[in-house]
T-cell receptor, first 112, second 114 residues
Framework: SQQGEEDPQALSIQEGENATMNCSYK?????LQWYRQNSGRGLVHLILIRSNEREKHSGRLRVTLDTSKKSSSLLITASRAADTASYFC????????????FGGGTRLMVKP | GAGVSQSPSNKVTEKGKDVELRCDPISGHTALYWYRQSLGQGLEFLIYFQGNSAPDKSGLPSDRFSAERTGGSVSTLTIQRTQQEDSAVYLC????????????FGPGTRLLVL
């Protein structure tokens, strides 16, 4: 079963615009991770944000975490056509094995 | 360094046959996970190995699924008597010990059961 939901399910923007994706989850977490997936294959890790962190940056990526609302957002600034992919949030609910529970993903299309 | 590798990349099999999927984790990573991604169920956890401890099999959907990890490194996921609903992409991930470590995923094996 999935931990939560992502919205939007699909997002289409022009190159150069910013893209914002949101993720909600249900249980307390140890950390939250964002992944990118191209063409339905392997997941590429983008950012890990710990439960005691509120914001994290990596290049053109900015992730926020609000544990009181059980939500996170991923912002991609100055998007490029190469950013076209599916983006997933995954929560580590501090279980013994740190296994991840994934949201349904957001399909992002960046038009050149 | 080398990432997580999986083989085969694609597997087509007939209903009722057994299949084996292989995962080579990143060297030195003590934790190894199998996940499955299917159209109906999204990405879901299957099984977890940590060092020499007994695996956490809580995500396996049926007793037709099993996995082993030999020598604390390579893992094999076996599906017996495959069914059409087993068609999915099977993803393997590994990470170092520690609760705040990142899981690194392999490219996956796309399984199609005819």
């Amino acid at each position: 079963s999935q931990q939560g939901e992502e919205d939007p399910q699909a997002l289409s923007i022009q190159e150069g615009e910013n893209a914002t994706m949101n993720c909600s989850y249900k249980t307390s977490i140890n950390n939250l991770q964002w992944y990118r997936q191209n063409s339905g294959r392997g997941l590429v890790h983008l950012i890990l944000i710990r439960s005691n962190e509120r914001e994290k940056h990596s290049g053109r990526l900015r992730v926020t975490l609000d544990t009181s609302k059980k939500s996170s957002s991923l912002l991609i600034t100055a998007s490029r056509a190469a950013d076209t992919a599916s983006y997933f949030c995954a929560t580590d609910a501090n279980n013994a094995g740190n296994m991840l529970t994934f949201g349904g993903g957001t399909r992002l299309m960046v038009k050149p | 360094g080398a990432g997580v590798s999986q083989s085969p990349s694609n597997k087509v099999t007939e209903k009722g046959k057994d299949v084996e999927l292989r995962c080579d984790p990143i060297s030195g990573h003590t934790a190894l996970y199998w996940y499955r991604q299917s159209l109906g169920q999204g990405l879901e956890f299957l099984i977890y190995f940590q060092g020499n401890s007994a695996p956490d099999k809580s995500g396996l959907p049926s007793d037709r699924f099993s996995a082993e990890r030999t020598g604390g490194s390579v893992s094999t996921l076996t599906i017996q008597r495959t069914q059409q609903e087993d068609s999915a992409v099977y993803l393997c991930a590994s990470k170092r010990g520690g609760s705040q470590e990142t899981q690194y995923f392999g490219p996956g094996t796309r399984l199609l059961v005819l």
